[in-house]
């Protein structure tokens, strides 16, 4: 199983970018799909997550600015990020929970990191 992001990179204040992560491998269902994000000297935390039932669960800080959907016919999850600021300045890692493969296991996936810095 592998998770691919995409998306990242420099952006002025106010400005916007769109995240992709696709989910790739023997997967059978994946039950969360979102994002964290760690800035310098700052622990990981969450941005946004989607169930496959359409539950959300977001920082505060990001509410009213960033938006989630995903496709989950192709594992995908979309992270849109307007009206950023410098504080959204970070690393983006995308996570896959409750992953469920072909052989019945359940796991769950982090992808590798697209940086996100936003300029004042």
């Known amino acids: 199983v592998q998770l691919q992001a995409f998306g990242g990179g420099l952006v002025q204040a106010g400005g916007s970018l769109r995240l992709s992560c696709a989910a790739s491998?023997?997967?059978?269902?994946?039950?969360?799909m979102g994002w964290y994000r760690q800035a310098p000297g700052k622990q990981r935390e969450l941005v946004f997550t989607l169930s496959q039932g359409g539950i959300m669960n977001f920082a505060n800080s990001v509410k009213g600015r960033f938006t989630i959907s995903r496709d989950n016919a192709m594992n995908t999850v979309y992270l849109q990020m307007n009206n950023l600021k410098p504080e959204d300045t970070a690393v983006f890692y995308c996570?896959?929970?409750?992953?469920?493969?072909?052989?019945?296991?359940?796991?769950?996936?982090w992808g590798q990191g697209t940086l996100v810095t936003v300029s004042s």
């Open positions: 491998g023997s997967i059978l269902s994946i039950s969360n």
């Open positions: 996570k896959a929970e409750g992953m469920r493969d072909e052989f019945g296991g359940v796991a769950d996936y």
